[in-house]
């Protein structure tokens, strides 16, 4: 396996409770995989770590075996690293256009030739307008997102994280909200970035849909990692169905 990805043992504890316990697992290069659990079991923590927004108290992070762990968000996210929230985070005072030329100046142009997904290289106002017709937003260049309906503003908020270039990309809940069908587009259109080289963890409730998309899980519950496989040794795993999946699966 060529990992992306290393993470080695990486803590956080806020006051008495331990919100990530030494977790520790590889990203294969290429892949899309999962991490799921339980309302706090810790993953939002745990991505937050990953990408700089918080400070890990034991453990590292290697990206491409650069150490991450130790450096600033943005310099994270210029080192390829790119993630989306669960609560959408575009600028609200600028159109759709505007939030994507903004990443592009914070991401700059591509550094990673054997990447090749949609709006990767280009001018600026290229690559703009191939991320907003990739995603169906030419009709709302113009718009503010708080005009957008909450499949567009999704949309929105995935282009923008792409505009900075990543070779990996964390999608913090991406479906929330979306019924089967708008959450199986995404991933229509995930998969044709996935093709162009980009690396996927998706962190998301929506087990029917990270069940039969991932090519691979890892389950965390209290903090720690419980599980990991593919979708049908994790829905066999007694712990997981235990604790997560319930004994119907």
Not at 111 to 121: A, F, M, R
Not at 158 to 182: T, Y
Not at 213 to 221: D, G, K, N, Q
Request: proline content about 4%; charged content about 25%; glycine content about 8%.
């Amino acid at each position: 396996m060529d990992p992306i990805l290393e993470i080695r043992d990486l803590s956080k504890r806020f006051g008495g409770v331990e919100a990530v316990k030494a977790v520790s697992f590889d990203v294969p290069r290429g892949s899309l995989v999962g991490l799921i659990g339980p309302n706090g079991a810790g993953k939002t923590t745990f991505v937050n770590l990953v990408s700089k927004h918080e400070s890990p108290d034991t453990g590292s992070v290697l990206l491409d075996k650069r150490p991450i762990h130790r450096l600033p968000s943005f310099k994270v996210a210029r080192a390829g690293l790119a993630r989306t929230y669960q609560k959408n985070r575009l600028f609200f005072e600028e159109s759709v256009s505007e939030n994507i030329r903004t990443a592009m100046i914070w991401g700059g142009a591509a550094k990673h030739q054997d990447l090749s997904y949609p709006g990767l290289k280009g001018k600026e106002e290229e690559r703009t307008a191939e991320l907003m017709e990739f995603f169906a937003l030419t009709a709302q260049r113009d718009a503010l997102p708080s005009g957008l309906s909450h499949l567009h503003r999704r949309r929105a908020e995935v282009a923008q994280a792409l505009a900075l270039a990543p070779k990996l990309l964390m999608l913090d809940e991406p479906f929330a909200g979306f019924s089967r069908e708008e959450a199986f587009d995404l991933i229509d259109h995930l998969k044709v970035c996935q093709k162009g080289g980009l690396t996927m963890l998706l962190i998301d409730h929506n087990m029917e849909v990270m069940l039969e998309v991932c090519e691979y899980l890892f389950v965390m519950h209290h903090g720690a990692l419980l599980a990991s496989g593919t979708s049908a040794e994790v829905r066999a795993n007694p712990e997981v169905i235990n604790v997560y999946l319930g004994a119907e699966t």
